[in-house]
């Protein structure tokens, strides 16, 4: 079944340098597609697109069989919280704890930083707690987040995500700042979500090998256009 649908999606920054051409594919519920391509190639701006952090020059996104482009504030709340986001930088707040950062998920990272705690239930709570442990860092739960490593910081930022239950995770460049053990640590990690949970997983890598090995289907990119679509072991070491 369809989860995603992504129809000649164009993107033009300032009106002029178009980052995105006719860009279609769809994504099923479950499956893990990877994208990849060099830097500049649009992978970034495509997810950002399918989430609308930023606007759709032409074209269609549909999430659901909604069409995104056409949500007005309070659906995109609500299209925020099924589609989680994880990023190269984790982009935690880092003068929060842990256990904080992944119920700050909870808000749409919108609700202000004091007396995150005291905010939520227990069993909101206990849900971080359990996810925390899930991802082998409850440990933690009560430093600031700051004093972790990268590779424990995304596992902050996976368990943020998964607190909203998204039926859609959108992972930008996850592995680039982790060294190899933390990478596969997360790629694992994320690969677990995709086959038991169920979440379709979107993962920008600009590694090939990494995409192969885990990836259902890849998606290659290249100035914007999809020069690939097709199952991850079709696609060899030259392309
Ligand atoms: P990738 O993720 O593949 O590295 P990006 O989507 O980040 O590619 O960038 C694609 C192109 O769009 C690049 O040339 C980049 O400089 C440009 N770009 C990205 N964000 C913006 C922006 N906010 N304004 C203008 N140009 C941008
Ligand atoms: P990263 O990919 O590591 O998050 P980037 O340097 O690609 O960082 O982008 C940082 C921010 O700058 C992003 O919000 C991106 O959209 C924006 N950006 C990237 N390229 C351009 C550009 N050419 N003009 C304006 N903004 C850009």
Do not use: W
Not at 146 to 160: E, T
Not at 163 to 179: H, M, N, R, T, W
């Amino acid at each position: 079944m369809s989860l995603l649908k992504v129809e000649e999606l164009s993107k033009l920054y300032d009106g002029e340098t178009r980052v995105l051409k006719n860009v279609s594919f769809e994504a099923n519920a479950g499956e893990f597609l990877s994208v990849i391509g060099p830097s500049g190639a649009g992978k970034s701006t495509l997810l950002r697109c399918i989430n609308r952090m930023v606007e759709i020059s032409g074209g269609k996104v549909k999430f659901d069989g909604i069409d995104v482009g056409a949500m007005k504030k309070k659906e995109l709340r609500k299209l925020r919280t099924n589609i989680g986001m994880i990023f190269q930088h984790y982009n935690l707040v880092p003068r929060l704890t842990v256990i904080e950062n992944v119920l700050h998920g909870r808000f749409g990272y919108k609700s202000t930083l004091q007396g995150v705690l005291g905010r939520f239930t227990e069993e909101e709570k206990e849900r971080a707690f359990f996810l925390l442990q899930k991802l082998g860092i409850s440990e933690h739960a009560y430093k600031r987040c700051d004093q972790l490593s990268g590779g424990q910081q995304q596992r902050v930022g996976i368990c943020r995500a998964l607190i909203q239950e998204p039926k859609l995770i959108l992972c930008d460049e996850p592995i680039a700042s982790l060294d190899p053990n933390s990478s596969k640590v997360i790629m694992d990690y994320l690969k677990t979500i995709s086959t038991e949970l169920g979440i379709t997983c979107i993962v920008n890598l600009h590694q090939v090998e990494v995409a192969k090995e885990y990836a259902d289907r890849i998606i290659g990119l290249k100035e914007g256009e999809i020069v690939f679509d097709g199952p991850s072991k079709v696609l060899y070491r030259d392309q």
